[in-house]
């Protein structure tokens, strides 16, 4: 009506839409109900949330960081906060393959068979590599994930994809955790199955495992830390050297995705509090301070 008062009378447009006269003039003075009045302060906490995530939590997240701080709240009560703030999360992309498999090379068998369950730390390990594009060219990361808290536990980078881009992920994860007996699954690819990786293995006192050729559900945990290193972070940046991409996913490992980047498989909670709580819990570990530091020299 408002739009149309310069043109028509109110008792016109009134008649017209079938309602009062005193009915719209009570309308305008009358103010707003606790609903919206509510649904105002959730939406600054829905917006301050999704900031703080840079962008990336769609409901399912934001639903259990307004739970974790206070404010139970349903999901399609902050679907449709969020629809209707123009807010929304990040989807995911396909990726490329990354690692060849050598025909002569002997692989490890399969320790999992698809099982990515672990009841406890250091008992199932993942990994893989990905690519990271720049406007000089490739960056390499490769990560060692703990299939239990989800936890990135090593990581390198590098512009090749030599043998040593996973050695250098292998040792971090060896150094932070000083596994006993750990499986280390990888896909069959040319960096897992050379033997200096094997005798690295044997050092350490890992046991490597490897799923088929040509299957991403063999890998599957790994496949979904990149999907979201993806679609968070790679799809929303350009990065003019490696140098400065290698700056950005050091913030998103050490930064968000393990310290604070919520789960749905820990019932959202980020990697690291799920430790946390754990160790709480059992009242017996202990992790030693992460290595942070890029451990594979770009270029080397």
């Known amino acids: ?91 995911r992309r396909k990726r490329i393959v990354t690692t060849v498999r050598q025909p002569a090379a002997r692989p490890a068998p399969d320790l999992v068979q698809r099982a990515f369950t672990a009841a406890g730390p250091n008992q199932l390990w993942v990994a893989d590599i990905t690519y990271i594009p720049t406007w000089s060219g490739f960056l390499y990361l490769a990560v060692v994930l703990d299939a239990w808290s989800r936890r990135i536990v090593g990581w390198a980078m590098t512009t090749h994809l030599r043998t040593t881009l996973v050695l250098a992920a292998l040792d971090m994860a060896v150094r932070q955790r000083q596994p006993q007996a750990v499986i280390h699954h990888s896909d069959q690819g040319s960096q897992y199955t050379a033997l200096a990786f094997g005798q690295r293995c044997r050092q350490a006192g890992v046991r490597p495992s490897m799923g088929s050729v040509g299957d991403c559900y063999d890998n599957a945990m790994c496949e979904s830390f990149f999907a979201t290193l993806e679609c968070e972070l790679l799809d929303r940046c350009s990065f ?61």
């Open 240 to 300: 003019r050297t490696p140098a400065e991409a290698r700056l950005a996913v050091f913030d998103f490992i050490e930064g968000c995705y393990n310290p604070q980047r919520r789960h749905s498989a820990l019932g959202y909670e980020s990697p690291l509090h799920f430790e946390q709580q754990h160790a709480l819990t059992a009242g017996a570990i202990s992790w030693p301070a992460p290595q942070v530091e890029p451990t594979a020299q770009e270029g080397g």
């Open 1 to 91: 009506m408002k739009a149309h008062r310069a043109a028509h009378s109110i008792a016109t447009l009134c008649r017209v839409l079938e309602v009062s006269a005193s009915g719209y003039y009570a309308w305008q003075t009358r103010g707003r109900s606790v609903r919206a009045r509510e649904d105002a302060v959730l939406t600054d906490q829905i917006r301050r949330i999704h900031r703080q995530s840079r962008g990336t939590y769609g409901a399912p997240r934001i639903q259990a960081e307004l739970t974790a701080t206070g404010t139970p709240v349903g999901r399609k009560r902050v679907a449709r906060l969020m629809h209707a703030a123009g807010l929304r999360g990040v989807s």
